[in-house]
């Protein structure tokens, strides 16, 4: 069963695949070169990723197929974007949540790799599906 419980798990563990991945390359590579390695390591721990995810946009019972990529989607339940920038801008915020919203997924994790502190850095996000969840 999908719980608040497990999905805040599940994000603890992205987040140690980020801690790790950063410990070993630090900061200052090109966000695919971290994509790659956290698939690797998300997978190497038993998680399905799925990497640069179609996100379909539905308007008016349409659906468009559209060039929106995201980057990791982790047990269909954790969308991860990655960025490797000094300074994240808000609209990239709004275009997570957005993406969580298209996707039907629960929690998104904004993880930027242009730190020195990824968990001082990195910005969890949910939404309806998540508050709709059992707690446990």
């Given at each position: 069963?999908?719980?608040?419980?497990?999905?805040?798990?599940?994000?603890?563990?992205?987040?140690?695949?980020?801690?790790?991945?950063?410990?070993?390359?630090?900061?200052?590579?090109?966000?695919?070169?971290?994509?790659?390695?956290?698939?690797?390591?998300?997978?190497?721990?038993?998680?399905?990723?799925?990497?640069?995810?179609?996100?379909?946009?539905?308007?008016?019972?349409?659906?468009?197929?559209?060039?929106?990529?995201?980057?990791?989607?982790?047990?269909?339940?954790?969308?991860?974007?990655?960025?490797?920038?000094?300074?994240?801008?808000?609209?990239?915020?709004?275009?997570?949540?957005?993406?969580?919203?298209?996707?039907?997924?629960?929690?998104?994790?904004?993880?930027?790799?242009?730190?020195?502190?990824?968990?001082?850095?990195?910005?969890?996000?949910?939404?309806?599906?998540?508050?709709d969840l059992p707690?446990?």
């Open positions: 069963m999908i719980t608040k419980k497990l999905i805040t798990q599940l994000s603890y563990q992205i987040v140690g695949c980020a801690i790790a991945v950063h410990k070993t390359l630090g900061p200052g590579l090109l966000e695919s070169v971290y994509e790659k390695c956290m698939k690797y390591e998300l997978e190497k721990r038993g998680h399905k990723v799925e990497q640069q995810v179609v996100v379909p946009v539905v308007y008016d019972d349409l659906v468009f197929d559209t060039e929106l990529r995201a980057d990791l989607l982790v047990d269909k339940l954790v969308l991860v974007e990655l960025k490797a920038i000094e300074t994240i801008p808000p609209i990239q915020d709004a275009k997570l949540i957005t993406y969580m919203k298209l996707l039907e997924v629960p929690q998104g994790l904004m993880i930027n790799f242009f730190t020195d502190n990824i968990t001082k850095s990195m910005k969890p996000f949910v939404n309806e599906y998540f508050r707690d446990e």
